[in-house]
């Protein structure tokens, strides 16, 4: 696609829920990263793909968060039993290659947790 | 200390020049970013420069270097109402994890008419 697409784009739940978030690169981008942005923050770094291979799961915040890319393209961010303190916005990068001299963030989900 | 700080707001007047300050801490940071993020939008790329690199220039955007101090800027010229948004600075490492940015907080450049 023309840029990194994220959806839903807006997601509210209920404490205690599961949610999924998706993220689908540019074509031809082997490498995709998620990173959480709280309100008034900059992005912090979540986890990060090399194709389908999870490089780097160093970010996520606790064990209810998993992510996977299974075919080395769309990528699912999973939060179990969510909490209020996981409302965020979660963004979604791609870069053509290793290491992120370019990386293209998508437009995000926010996500409410009531 | 935070890894990159940044002034949170700047305001300033339509057609005179922007400067947004970020320091980071990192020496061996390879290369150093700045992000727009406008309302409603995803965090644009708006250029980025290598660490051995004092200087770059982009049309409107000038971005300089101080390594020593560890110190980053970026000048945007004739500045505009369309530039009004959030700035993020931010790094990669060296070596393992270049793949990771470390972001700052934002400065939210406001541009009065």
């Known amino acids: 696609g023309a840029g990194v697409s994220q959806s839903p784009r807006y997601k509210v739940t209920k404490r205690g829920q599961d949610v999924a978030l998706r993220c689908d690169p540019i074509?031809?981008?082997?490498?995709l990263y998620w990173y959480r942005q709280a309100l008034g923050q900059g992005p912090e770094f979540l986890t990060y793909?090399?194709?389908?291979?999870?490089?780097?799961k160093s970010g996520l915040p606790n064990d209810r968060f998993s992510a996977e890319r299974p075919e080395g393209s769309i990528s699912t961010l999973t939060i179990q039993r969510t909490e209020q303190r996981d409302s965020a916005m979660y963004r979604c990068?791609?870069?053509f290659g290793q290491g992120n001299t370019e990386a293209f963030f998508g437009q995000g989900t926010r996500l409410t947790v009531v | 200390g935070e890894d990159v700080e940044q002034s949170l707001f700047l305001s300033v007047r339509e057609g005179d020049s922007s400067v947004i300050n970020c320091t980071y801490t990192d020496s061996s940071s390879t290369y150093l970013y700045w992000y727009k993020q406008e309302p409603g939008a995803g965090l644009q790329l708006l250029t980025y420069i290598f660490s051995n690199m004092d200087m770059k220039q982009d049309q409107r955007l000038t971005v300089l270097l101080n390594k020593k101090d560890k110190h980053l800027s970026l000048r945007i010229a004739d500045t505009q109402t369309g530039d009004s948004a959030i700035y993020f600075c931010?790094?990669?490492?060296?070596?393992?994890?270049?793949?990771?940015?470390?972001f700052g907080k934002g400065t939210k450049l406001s541009v009065i008419p």
């Open positions: 931010a790094e990669s490492k060296s070596g393992a994890g270049s793949y990771q940015l470390t």
């Open positions: 074509s031809g981008h082997v490498s």
């Open positions: 793909f090399n194709y389908e291979a999870q490089q780097d």
């Open positions: 990068a791609s870069s």
